[in-house]
């Protein structure tokens, strides 16, 4: 993993840790999101009711929980401020990806960030930033979505099942990403007929750099990323770690 240059922390030297540590990386070598930019936020930004939490959540097993795991414990990344500077470098245009780990930060358990949101939004503008959020799509996350949204960054609500994903459509607040079972290759049709599309990279047909899909916040199809490994749970990628990363 890359850090902007930065030598990665020690453990044992590094300043106490502020409540979120957020890590950036240039060049991913994650073969699904291709060689894009990344970044990884400690899990303590995820939802406190995830129900992939220890249940299938990708992150929590492989190469990435490795890494997500240094992250949560400080000693690697840095603060949100470094994070937003991280992504300021970016060229314009520039596809890359939020939280291959983690979630929005949240202001309380359960709550996201608008503040906080709406810094990264500003910092993304001119670029081709793109998320996912297990986050509940209450009155205030939603409006912060909304927005987020609304001014270029994308946020997609993720779902556990069809239904669900035709409840997020409903809202119209944002593009909307569902898990699907485990083998699914074909697309298929939520129970309101809604047209759900499989994810290329996870049928290994592409990757997100040269995809891009679940970075078109207008789009109508909603993505759908089959589960696999033990349990039906466990989602193909990177896509759904601690939010649906």
Not at 4 to 31: D, L
Not at 139 to 153: C, K, P, T, V
Not at 162 to 172: G, S
Not at 202 to 224: K, W
């Amino acid at each position: 993993m890359h850090s902007c240059g930065r030598p990665p922390r020690s453990v044992a030297s590094a300043a106490p840790p502020s409540p979120f540590t957020y890590h950036f990386t240039r060049i991913s070598r994650n073969a699904k999101t291709g060689p894009m930019p990344v970044t990884t936020t400690s899990a303590n930004s995820c939802p406190p009711d995830c129900s992939l939490k220890r249940n299938g959540c990708y992150a929590e097993s492989g190469p990435l929980a490795l890494h997500w795991r240094v992250v949560s414990e400080g000693g690697r990344g840095g603060s949100f401020d470094e994070l937003l500077q991280d992504i300021a470098t970016l060229r314009r245009h520039a596809l890359w990806r939020h939280n291959q780990a983690g979630d929005l930060t949240p202001f309380s358990p359960g709550v996201i960030d608008g503040r906080l949101l709406a810094k990264l939004v500003q910092a993304n503008k001119g670029r081709r930033g793109f998320t996912y959020t297990h986050y509940a799509p209450t009155a205030a996350n939603g409006a912060a979505i909304r927005r987020a949204n609304e001014l270029g960054f994308t946020v997609n609500l993720s779902a556990e099942t069809l239904a669900q994903a035709d409840a997020h459509a409903e809202l119209r607040i944002a593009p909307v990403v569902v898990i699907l079972p485990g083998g699914t290759t074909k697309p298929m049709r939520t129970p309101g007929g809604r047209h759900v599309v499989v994810c290329p990279a996870s049928l290994s047909n592409t990757d997100c750099l040269n995809c891009g899909i679940c970075q078109q916040r207008d789009r109508v199809a909603i993505m759908g990323f089959p589960a696999h490994g033990s349990g039906a749970r466990h989602v193909q990628g990177v896509f759904f770690a601690g939010q649906v990363s």
